[in-house]
C-alpha cells in the first residue's frame, strides 16, 4: 500500500509542487537558494512518487516533468514572428562614441537613455506563451526561421512551464541560453575520462546539447537562460527597462545586473565594471549590450538590414598572453588517438598558471606553423581550455625548422596511420600499444562502465605490468594468490625517491570483491565498458534496447544498424568493424563463460518472500558475492542491515567471518544461515 495515502495524497502534491516551483525560481532566476540540492532531490523524488501513485492530481506543468524523455528525429522548422536579428558590434571607447554620436542625432536633440545589459555568451531563443503555458520555443536559425525545439527547452529549470502573474495572453519573450562555467568543465572532465570528444567553450555545448534528439539527454545537462527582450503584446508599448521588470513578473529569468543609463558616460563605466568582474560570474558573457531604452525613440530610428540602429554591442577583448613554446609533446589514447600538446613556458592566465596548450592535430601545427622555441599568444578557449591563437614570428629564431609531425607512436613505435578523412594520426598497434591496452581496460571499469571502483589507473598499471591482465576479460582471471604481494614504485616528486608498495590481504580482497560484483551490471554498461568507437552509454543503452542481446547484435547487418532509431552510419560503420574483428568476439565469448550480463533483462521480476526480514550478510561466500546477495534480499523484499541487533532475523554467514559477530548473533539469538539455505529460502 501506498504510504501516503492516509494523507491528503491531493494536497501534499499541491504543496510538494508549488514549493518545488519556488525553490526552481530562487535558485534559477534568482540565483538564491534557499534549500539544498539534497534536500531539493529529495523533495522532489517524493513527488515523483505521489505523482506515480496518485496521477490524476498530478500539475501537467509539474517540477517533475522536467526531465524530458520525447525524441525528435528531426526539428520542425518554425517562422519566426518577427525577425531574429543581431547586432552590431564595438570594440573600444571610439566607437561607442560614434555610435553615442548617432543616436544624438537620431533622436533629434532629444533626451535619451540607455539601458547597459550583458551580453550573454549562448544561443538566441525565442519562446511563446499561450494563456501563460509554455507552448513553443524556436532557436534562432537563419533569423527568419528556426528549429521547434520546445521539448528541450522544457527541461531548463528556470523556463517556467506556467507564468505567474498578470500575463497576456499570447506572448513572445527572446533571450538567451547558456551553460555555466562550472558545469561545463565538469562534463568536459567526464566526456574526457570515457574518451569522448571535448567540448570547445560552454557556448558551443549549450548549442549542441539543445540540438540533442532525445530530451532526457538534454535534461541531464544543466542549461539555462535569461530573457532580454519582449515583443510587443496587446498594444502596450513598454520601455525597454519597463518590459525586462514586467517579464520578472511572469516568473520568467531576467538578469539582475541590466542598469538604466542616462548618458554613455554611465555605459561606459557599466562596460569597465563589467570586463573586470566577468570573471567572477558563473556563466560566460561575452560583453554589454546597449538598447536606447524609450520603445517611442527606438521606433523613430529604426533598422538597417541587419541591425537595429537603436542597439549595439560591446565586445570584451579576450585576455591573451605570449609565452614560449618549451616542446611538444604526444599523447596515445584509449582509440590510438595520436594528440600533440604544447609545453610551454609557465604563465599567468586569468588567475591560473597555464603550462600547456592543446594544439589539436597534425594540420592545426601546420596551418599555425608552431615550432619549438617560438614565441606564441595563448588564449582559454571560452576562457577554460587554454590554446595556442597565434604565433609571434618576428620574434622566431632564424635557425628553427618547421615541426614535422611524428611518425611513429611514442609509445610502441609502430608506423602511425592517418585514416582518410579524419584528421588525426592514429597507432593501429591496439593490441600491443601501452596506453592502448590500459586506456581499454581503465574505460571498462570505469564509474559509467562495470564500475569496478576498487581498481583505478595506478593498480592497472601494476596488473597490466606483471602481464596478468591484458584485456578487460583477463580481469575475471584473477585469483587471490595472483595478486597478493604484487607491488608497485610509487615516485615522490620531491624527494626523488620511489617507495614500494605491494597488495595486502585487504586490497586484494576488495579488487576481487570489485571484479566479482561487477558481474552484476546490465548488459548496456557491458556493452559500453567494451569500449567500441562511437559508442558512448547513450548509444550503448539505444543498442542494448532495440537489439536485446549481444547475439543479435554480433548478427546485425549494416542496414539492421542504420535502421535503428539515432543510430548513424558513422556508429553503425564502428559497430560492424568491431565485430569483424576475431579477438574481440573471443573475448566476449570469454566473458560470456564468466557470467556478464549479454542480454537485456526484462524488469526484475521480484518476490516478496523476503518482506519484513532484516538480514547482515558477512563472509566471504563462493556462490555469490557479498553485493549480489544484497541485491537479491532487497529484490525479494528483505533489507539490509549493517551490523546485529535484536532486531535482525537472519544473519547470512559465509567464510572467515570474525568471532564477535558470530557471538553477538547468538547471545542475542539471531538465525544463522549459509548461501545454500538462504538460496533455498528463496527458492521455496
Ligand atoms: S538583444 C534586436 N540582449 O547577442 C536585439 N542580445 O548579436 C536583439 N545576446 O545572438 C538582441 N545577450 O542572442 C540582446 N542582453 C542581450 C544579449 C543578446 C546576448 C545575443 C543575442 C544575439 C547576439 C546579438
Known amino acids: 500500500m501506498c504510504k501516503f495515502a492516509n494523507v491528503s495524497a491531493e494536497a501534499k502534491i499541491k504543496a510538494l509542487t508549488s514549493e518545488l516551483k519556488e525553490h526552481n525560481y530562487n535558485y534559477y532566476v534568482l540565483s538564491q537558494p534557499t534549500i539544498s540540492d539534497r534536500d531539493f532531490d529529495r523533495k522532489l523524488k517524493e513527488l515523483e512518487l505521489l505523482e506515480q501513485a496518485f496521477p490524476k492530481y498530478a500539475d501537467p506543468n509539474s517540477p517533475t516533468k522536467r526531465v524530458g524523455g520525447e525524441i525528435t528525429k528531426n526539428f520542425n522548422t518554425v517562422e519566426h514572428s518577427t525577425r531574429m536579428l543581431s547586432l552590431g558590434n564595438t570594440y573600444n571607447k571610439d566607437e561607442l562614441l560614434e555610435f553615442d554620436n548617432r543616436v544624438a542625432k537620431l533622436t533629434g536633440g532629444n533626451n535619451y537613455q540607455y539601458t547597459a545589459e550583458l551580453k550573454f ?51 513572445e519573450v527572446r ?26 567553450n560552454p557556448r558551443n555545448t549549450a548549442s549542441g546539447t539543445l540540438k540533442l ?25 513598454l520601455d525597454h527597462y519597463q518590459s525586462l521588470e514586467v517579464m520578472k513578473t511572469y516568473d520568467l529569468p531576467v538578469n539582475q545586473s541590466t542598469k538604466l543609463c542616462d548618458s554613455i558616460n554611465d555605459v561606459w563605466e557599466f562596460i569597465t565594471y563589467w570586463d573586470q568582474e566577468r570573471h567572477n560570474l558563473s556563466f560566460e558573457i561575452d560583453g554589454v549590450v546597449i538598447k536606447v531604452n524609450s520603445r517611442l525613440q527606438q521606433e523613430e530610428m529604426g533598422f538597417t538590414s541587419k541591425f537595429p540602429r537603436w542597439a549595439k554591442s560591446y565586445k570584451f577583448e579576450t585576455e591573451r598572453q605570449s609565452t614560449k613554446v618549451i616542446d611538444i609533446a604526444y599523447q596515445v589514447g584509449r582509440t590510438g588517438a595520436v594528440t600533440p600538446v604544447a609545453n610551454l613556458e609557465p604563465v599567468q592566465l586569468l588567475g591560473t598558471t597555464v603550462k600547456r596548450a592543446s594544439i589539436h592535430n597534425a594540420d592545426f601545427i601546420s596551418e599555425m606553423d ?15 581550455i587554454p590554446k595556442i591563437v597565434d604565433v609571434d614570428k618576428s620574434k622566431r629564431d632564424s635557425k ?31 593490441t600491443g600499444c601501452p596506453p592502448q591496452i590500459k586506456g581499454r581496460i581503465e574505460h571498462f571499469i570505469g564509474r559509467k562502465a562495470m564500475d569496478v571502483s576498487s581498481l583505478g589507473e595506478g593498480k592497472i598499471d601494476v596488473l597490466y605490468r606483471s602481464g596478468l591482465v591484458r584485456r578487460p576479460v583477463d580481469l575475471y582471471d584473477l585469483g587471490y594468490d595472483d595478486l597478493l604481494g604484487l607491488s608497485k614504485s610509487i615516485a615522490n616528486e620531491e624527494s626523488e625517491e620511489e617507495r614500494v608498495v605491494s597488495f595486502k590481504e585487504k586490497t ?12 552484476v551490471q546490465p548488459f548496456e554498461r557491458v556493452l559500453f565498458a567494451l569500449g567500441i568507437r562511437f559508442v558512448g552509454e547513450t548509444v550503448a543503452k539505444k543498442l542494448a534496447y532495440h537489439f536485446k542481446n549481444m547475439d543479435a547484435l554480433i548478427n546485425a547487418s549494416l542496414e539492421d544498424l542504420n535502421a535503428t532509431p539515432e543510430i548513424g552510419d558513422v556508429i553503425a560503420q564502428s559497430v560492424i568493424s568491431y565485430f569483424s574483428i576475431d579477438e574481440n568476439k573471443l573475448e566476449i565469448e ?37 553485493t549480489e546477495l544484497k541485491k537479491i534480499i532487497e529484490e525479494n523484499g528483505g533489507k539490509n542491515v549493517s551490523s546485529i541487533s535484536k532486531s535482525t532475523d537472519f544473519l547470512l554467514v559465509g567464510d572467515n567471518m570474525g568471532p564477535a559477530k558470530k557471538e553477538k548473533a547468538e547471545k542475542l539469538g539471531v538465525k544463522m544461515i549459509d548461501e545454500n539455505e538462504f538460496s533455498s529460502m528463496i527458492a521455496e
Request: hydrophobic fraction near 35%.
Open 121 to 171: 555568451d549562448g544561443l538566441a531563443i525565442a519562446i511563446r506563451y499561450k494563456n501563460g503555458v509554455l507552448h513553443q520555443a524556436i532557436t534562432r536559425g537563419d533569423g527568419t526561421k528556426g528549429d521547434d525545439v520546445t521539448a528541450n527547452v522544457k527541461t531548463i529549470r528556470s523556463i517556467p512551464h506556467q507564468l505567474s502573474g498578470e500575463y497576456p495572453n499570447d506572448l
Open 175 to 200: 533571450g538567451e541560453l547558456f551553460i555555466h562555467k562550472a558545469a561545463f568543465i565538469k562534463m568536459n572532465e567526464e566526456r574526457a575520462r570515457l574518451g569522448e570528444s571535448i567540448y570547445a
Open 213 to 237: 534528439q532525445d530530451s532526457s539527454e538534454v535534461a541531464k545537462r544543466p542549461l539555462d537562460g535569461f530573457m532580454y527582450q519582449m515583443l510587443e503584446h496587446g498594444g502596450t508599448n
Open 370 to 384: 608552431i615550432r619549438v622555441g617560438d614565441t606564441v599568444f595563448v588564449e582559454k578557449g571560452g576562457e577554460i
Open 400 to 430: 628553427s625548422t618547421p615541426t614535422q609531425f611524428i611518425k611513429q607512436c611514442p609509445e610502441c613505435l609502430s608506423e602511425l596511420e592517418r585514416p582518410k578523412g579524419e584528421a588525426v594520426f592514429r597507432c593501429p598497434n591496439s
Open 508 to 519: 586484494v580482497q576488495n579488487i576481487l570483491d570489485g571484479i566479482q560484483a561487477s558481474k
Open 590 to 626: 570469454q566473458m560470456k563463460s564468466h557470467a556478464l550480463n549479454f542480454c537485456v533483462k526484462e524488469k526484475e521480476l521480484s518476490s516478496n518472500k523476503l518482506e519484513n526480514l532484516r538480514f547482515v550478510v558477512s563472509g566471504i561466500f563462493s556462490l555469490f558475492s557479498r
